[in-house]
């Protein structure tokens, strides 16, 4: 599995996507959609029109690989579909994974270039 890491990226395909779609199809999307290289070793995240399944494509140095999770309840908060291009870092996918909405969520100022 990956490891959520500093350098690790995480593009969101904002529009729905039919999730009957393989490693193939969901590659060509990371293309086509998202206007990156499904082979870079970053995660693609895709999901459907409900909002309620997601799955994340990494490319693993010899294949890819598919996760896909499906809430029983509920949805996933997700961005707006007039947003051109999403990207998350590891840490606010685990969270939008773990239910916890982006928005209502705010990040404190730990560190300002401003005070050296």
Not at 31 to 60: A, C, M, T
Not at 75 to 100: A, H
């Amino acid at each position: 599995m990956f490891g959520i890491s500093a350098t690790l990226r995480v593009f969101v395909a904002v529009s729905p996507t039919d999730l009957r779609n393989g490693y193939d199809g969901l590659a060509r999307l990371a293309r086509e959609v998202i206007n990156q290289d499904p082979l870079s070793g970053h995660l693609f995240v895709f999901s459907n029109r409900k909002h309620d399944r997601v799955k994340i494509l990494y490319w693993d140095l010899d294949g890819y690989v598919v996760w896909m999770k499906r809430l029983e309840k509920g949805t996933f908060r997700w961005p707006k579909i007039g947003e051109k291009q999403v990207e998350w870092n590891g840490v606010e996918l685990t969270t939008v994974l773990g239910g916890i909405d982006l928005k209502q969520t705010k990040r404190r100022l730990r560190y300002s270039l401003e005070s050296q």
